[in-house]
């Protein structure tokens, strides 16, 4: 939680998803403070977003079901959280899950940022709709940096909101990304665009009632839609 959770009780928070990579899978809570985002935060860097850190069980990954949207209700129902400002990044299975999650729903995050993973090109339209910033690392050769680069050049092609970090001479292990206060700096520059109410369209109309209006002065008439 940030410091000054709490201190506004009007103040609504940016929430970070944060997906970890196979090895903190399990039922062990304390396995994922080994590395990534919570180790940073146990010990001690702050960060003004509320955190979020679930765990994967063994034999499955972050796409194996849809459990997001329930893990987020329970999250949204407790604190105080920005709906326009939700945030999913991960490594390694984390990253691979990242780019999934987004491409299941590119209108839930306002932006996402996969690490050492993956996507299948043919998610690039969905995707597109997503600002990203990956990283990936040179001389990985637990999953090649050419996973990261085929969809982001198929991302670039559709003029995607895409950053796409090299990190020259890197393995598998770029953790210490995690600790790069420019890339929360970046994630809070974006936010869901919500229109206006009257910009919002309409729903499907299934009747339209129109009344009459008393008005000083007189309207000439005024009528209203209504969606049952």
Aim: proline fraction near 7%.
């Amino acid at each position: 939680m940030p410091d000054d959770y709490g201190k506004d009780p009007n103040k609504k928070w940016p929430v970070i998803f944060y997906l970890h990579g196979r090895h903190a899978s399990g039922k062990n809570l304390e396995s994922l403070e080994r590395y990534g985002l919570p180790y940073y935060l146990d010990k001690g860097k702050k960060v003004d977003f509320i955190v979020v850190s679930p765990q994967c069980p063994w034999n499955k990954n972050w796409a194996s079901e849809d459990w997001f949207n329930p893990v987020y209700d329970e999250v949204a129902a407790k604190l105080k959280v920005d709906d326009s400002r939700v945030y999913l990044i991960g490594m390694s299975m984390g990253g691979f899950g990242t780019w999934a999650l987004a491409n299941r729903m590119p209108d839930r995050f306002a932006a996402i940022s996969p690490m050492c993973g993956g996507a299948d090109v043919k998610w690039a339209n969905q995707l597109s709709k997503v600002p990203t910033w990956v990283f990936h690392g040179t001389a990985d050769r637990s999953i090649p940096i050419s996973r990261s680069e085929v969809i982001v050049k198929a991302l670039e092609k559709l003029k995607a909101e895409i950053k796409f970090t090299r990190l020259k001479n890197m393995g598998h292990d770029i953790s210490k990304q995690f600790d790069n206060n420019e890339l929360y700096s970046w994630l809070l520059e974006h936010s869901l665009k919500k229109m206006p109410f009257w910009q919002e369209p309409l729903p499907f109309i299934k009747t339209i009632a129109a009344f009459k209006v008393t008005a000083n002065p007189p309207l000439k008439s005024a009528g209203y839609a209504f969606a049952n």
